[in-house]
């Protein structure tokens, strides 16, 4: 059973939509940070979000942390074909656990 | 800056066969770590280092040892691979050893047991 849950598992839209993956779980973090991975690559951080309610944007990207610092969000907005990737959250409390993370395709 | 360095990216063995997975890292980082991925199972850890001279065990160290003798180098070990082995295994590094600080990941080792 994983920790945090991630969905959707799958998502595939059209150049120009946007776009919503969660990030779940009944645990308290105190920190979680959001990676993409890109086939054949190892992850590479985007954004972490520390405080209950937060809200950071990196260009396109929304992320959000929940008040109860359970779960988080990230939204994109007119996505482009360049978003494609695997998007993994991790959440640390007395340790960092993964999602299983949420497969984004963009179509152009 | 080549960050964090993974040797081989493929690799083929035969069951009972061992091998070491390089991993470098040239940011004079503290912390490092190895994770293996699998489908919808997330990046689970496997063993990590605080430090040279320290290690430890992750959530999936069995099969596995590690060894941390510089600040820069922590190689996997495989001591008789088994199919369930077959995986892509990434090392990760940060500056900090505590949880909240970023992972810095390598390109992975795609690692399949026959």
């Known amino acids: 059973t994983q920790l945090l849950e991630q969905s959707p598992q799958f998502l595939s839209i059209q150049e120009g939509e946007n776009l919503t993956v969660y990030c779940n779980s009944s645990?308290?973090?105190?920190?979680l940070q959001w990676y993409r991975q890109e086939p054949g690559e190892g992850p590479v951080l985007l954004v972490t979000?520390?405080?209950?309610?937060e809200v950071k944007k990196l260009k396109r990207l929304t992320f959000q942390f929940g008040d109860a610092r359970k779960d988080s969000s990230l939204h994109i907005t007119a996505a482009q074909p360049g978003d494609t990737g695997l998007y993994l959250c991790?959440?640390?409390?007395?340790?960092?656990?993964f999602g299983a993370g949420t497969t984004v395709t963009v179509r152009a | 800056n080549a960050g964090v360095t993974q040797t081989p990216k493929f690799q083929v063995l035969k069951t009972g066969q061992s091998m070491t997975l390089q991993c470098a890292q040239d940011?004079?980082?503290?912390?490092m770590s190895w994770y293996r991925q699998d489908p919808g199972m997330g990046l689970r850890l496997i063993h990590y280092?605080?430090?040279?001279?320290?290690?430890d065990q992750g959530e999936v160290p069995n099969g596995y040892n590690v060894s941390r003798s510089t600040t820069e180098d922590f190689p996997l070990r495989l001591l008789s691979a088994a199919p369930s082995q077959t995986s892509v295994y990434f090392c990760?590094?940060?500056?900090?050893?505590?949880?909240?600080?970023?992972?810095?990941f390598g390109n992975g080792t795609r690692l399949t047991v026959t």
């Open positions: 990760a590094s940060s500056r900090k050893g505590d949880r909240n600080s970023p992972l810095h």
């Open positions: 645990s308290v973090f105190s920190s």
């Open positions: 979000v520390v405080t209950g309610g």
């Open positions: 991790a959440g640390a409390n007395y340790k960092l656990s």
């Open positions: 940011m004079n980082h503290e912390y």
């Open positions: 280092s605080v430090g040279a001279g320290i290690t």
